[in-house]
């Protein structure tokens, strides 16, 4: 079993099976431009640093890899938009104690920095679903931001909205 | 990625994940998401058909009558989008209501008339 070293930005090494890599587009990229294939070259042994990825969520992308492992990779961006995702349990259990935090949202930049599409979209999915029937002020509190609107402002969305919802 | 430079907050996410999140929420869930923040409002607005007022628009029925002190307009609204047109109405008058019948929906705008106004 090859193994390729990653290295997240507070320097620690993550040694990853070479065949979970193929899920991640940033990294597929690297490892055939820097010829980390080839196993005659020193290039072979030589980590790869990541230094966008924090250890700890690092940890958690390779975790998700490893479960989806042999999952067909998804490829370009023609997403069927109309078509309903639905997150797995295993992957909902996977995010949920990282639900209304900075972890998730760490992971969901994770997997667009390494292009994970998959990860990505179930990622993308799980937030979506936390704000299901949820208003406003309510997603503000849950996800710490701050309320930018005056009440006019605010009144002005509520009418805008009625006729709609 | 560590919390100082935002990209761990909601509100600092980078604009194509922002979308690719709020594009995964259903209409009622965009429309009510419009009210967290001016960029989630921002991101939001422009993809939902249902608040860009048509330039032109026809109205099946519109009809005006006179009650004591008072005039009442109503409206068939057909059309969600159209009825984005009629908010600046219903934000003069002293009342505002609808009546649903069926698919249609009509509303009905009460303004202060007195009787010593003219109605012509």
Not at chain 1, 89 to 117: C, N
Not at chain 2, 89 to 101: H, M, S, T, V
């Amino acid at each position: 079993m090859v193994l390729i070293t990653l290295v997240s930005s507070d320097e620690q090494n993550f040694p990853v099976e070479r065949e979970l890599l193929k899920q991640s587009g940033t990294i597929e990229t690297l490892i055939v431009n820097m010829n980390l294939d080839d196993e005659d070259t020193d290039a072979a042994a030589m980590p790869i640093p990541l230094p966008n990825v924090k250890g700890d969520v690092l940890e958690k992308v390779i975790q998700w890899m490893e479960h989806h492992k042999g999952d067909p990779v998804k490829e370009g961006d023609n997403e069927d938009n109309n078509a309903e995702i639905v997150v797995p349990q295993w992957d909902d259990d996977f995010f949920k104690p990282a639900m209304y935090g900075s972890k998730h949202l760490e992971l969901t930049v994770a997997a667009s920095y390494l292009d994970i599409k998959n990860l990505l979209t179930l990622s993308c999915k799980a937030i979506s679903n936390t704000f299901k029937g949820k208003t406003g002020p309510q997603i503000r509190e849950e996800w710490g931001v701050p309320n930018e609107f005056t009440p006019e402002e605010e009144e002005a969305i509520r009418k805008e909205n009625e006729w709609s919802e | 990625m560590d919390e100082s430079d935002g990209s761990s907050r909601m509100e600092a996410l980078a604009p194509e994940l922002l979308k690719e999140i709020l594009e995964k929420c259903s209409l009622n869930d965009q429309l009510r998401l419009r009210s967290t923040c001016r960029r989630i409002k921002t991101c939001l607005t422009p993809h939902i058909s249902h608040l860009s007022a048509p330039e032109e628009c026809t109205i099946t029925r519109m009809s005006l009558r006179k009650l004591h002190n008072s005039i009442h307009i109503s409206v068939d609204i057909d059309d969600v989008a159209v009825a984005q047109h009629f908010i600046a109405l219903g934000d003069r008058a002293i009342r505002q209501w609808k009546r649903k019948d069926n698919e249609k929906v009509r509303s009905i705008y009460r303004y202060r008339f007195t009787d010593t106004d003219l109605f012509n």
